[in-house]
């Protein structure tokens, strides 16, 4: 049984990224140097200075836990490929029982359409900008399978559940300010703490959307064979956790709806920055804990586990006429711009996470991509370019946000211009 520790929460910013002009990159490193500060004096003071926990579970013991109960719950991203084959089954017979019931022919053409949000912080005022553009042209599709990782955990059950949470979608991007997500934390408590901030305010902004009409929403179109996927990193086991909150929002337990406010709040949690969410599990009969934080410590945006090939399962159930369509969002630049480094201890560490997590979002895409051209899936990717350049003047301005969402609106209203590929792959 997995069921929530109640903690502090986080902000829905993905791991840390720098993206933008070189105002913006000054101004985030500093928030990483200060996040870095933190965690220095208290690893200094880690051995008078250390919260109780309940042991970590085992990952020998990982895959007897079921959390509540819930048949296909979560996933370890590089687990046992029968699962997620058996999950994909599953859905895809429920899609076609749907399609029948709306009276559609059983030898009618049919498209799967996925959409990956990646993390970015505030920076995701750009993908929520560009998903309300999109609904504004009047072409944008009802999507079969919406993943989320950090700030994109955030916006995806808006996305999923489509148009008609545009508005909420809008208003968590342009009227959210700092206050809104965390508490700056004394620095006596910082010492003794997890974390550099107090996060509260942003499992109250959750769980203010994460309402149960939207709950009961999401498992209606679960029973449709649509997926609503959430990563986070189990980071005693370094291993990335495939959340499916479409069983977890079917469930009739009533901790299910707290359940999907904890995982999307540790999607957002930047270890270090801040506190991890802590789940308790009892596992034959004893109990443990697992530390949950930022899913873009292991990655920064995901499609489908590529052990799971898409085309053996639609052998299998017989789709023929079939398409597959992926669209990748990216909350933010493609590299971290130059900048010229101080010689300083924490400007250092700064900018080398910075550049690393940049690097790693890359490497994520041609990840995807690799995966989608092997499976058939045709590849579109959206990115801030550099046509946007105004500075970045710290966390959660709503004046960036609202024109970072006005940017992505436009661009999604007048018909974005889909990457087919990678930055800098050649065929």
């Given at each position: ?60 013991l990982a895959s007897e836990i079921r959390p509540l109960d819930i048949p ?356």
């Open positions: 049984m997995l069921q929530r520790e109640d903690q502090k929460g986080a902000r829905p910013g993905g791991s840390v990224r720098a993206a933008g002009s070189r105002a913006r990159s000054g101004s985030r490193c500093k928030h990483v140097c200060l996040a870095l500060a933190g965690l220095v004096v208290a690893a200094l003071l880690s051995a008078c200075a250390t919260l109780e926990r309940l042991p970590a579970v085992p990952l020998a296909y719950a979560r996933f370890y991203a590089d687990g046992d490929p029968a699962q997620f084959r058996a999950l994909a089954f599953e859905v895809v017979s429920k899609a076609r029982a749907a399609r029948a019931a709306a009276g559609q022919k059983p030898d009618a053409s049919t498209t799967t359409t996925f959409l990956a949000i990646s993390g970015g912080g505030d920076d995701g005022a750009f993908g929520a900008g560009l998903l309300v553009g999109w609904t504004a042209r009047g072409d944008r599709p009802q999507f079969s399978v919406v993943t989320g990782i950090s700030t994109g955990a955030l916006s995806a059950p808006f996305a999923f559940l489509g148009p008609e949470y545009d508005d909420k979608l809008k208003s968590v991007y342009t009227e959210t300010s700092s206050a809104d997500i965390f508490n700056k934390e004394p620095i006596l408590s910082i010492l003794s703490g997890d974390a550099v901030t107090d996060s509260t305010p942003l499992r109250q902004l959750i769980a203010r959307h994460v309402d149960q009409q939207m709950i009961r929403r999401i498992a209606e179109e679960y029973d449709k064979g649509r997926l609503l996927l959430v990563a986070t990193t189990n980071l005693d086991q370094a291993r990335s956790v495939i959340w499916n909150i479409g069983a977890i929002a079917k469930s009739p337990d009533p901790r299910a709806r707290d359940l999907i406010i904890e995982v999307l709040r540790a999607s957002a949690s930047i270890p270090g920055a801040f506190p991890p969410v802590m789940l308790d599990v009892t596992v034959n009969g004893k109990r443990y804990e697992e530390m949950h934080v930022d899913g873009g410590a292991m990655t920064q945006a995901f499609l489908y586990p590529p052990s799971l090939r898409l085309k053996s399962v639609e052998r299998v159930v017989g789709t023929a006429k079939h398409k597959d369509i992926a669209y990748v969002i990216r909350n933010g630049r493609l590299f971290r711009p130059e900048e010229q480094v101080k010689r300083q201890t924490l400007a250092i560490a700064g900018q080398a996470i910075a550049t690393m997590t940049a690097s790693n979002g890359v490497n994520d895409l041609y990840r995807i991509y690799l995966t989608t051209q092997r499976d058939g899936v045709e590849f579109n990717l959206a990115y801030l370019d550099d046509e946007f350049g105004v500075p970045y003047v710290g966390p959660f301005d709503k004046t960036y946000m609202n024109t970072l969402f006005e940017f992505g609106y436009r661009k999604g209203a007048a018909g974005y211009s889909w990457q087919k590929a990678p930055p800098g792959y050649q065929n």
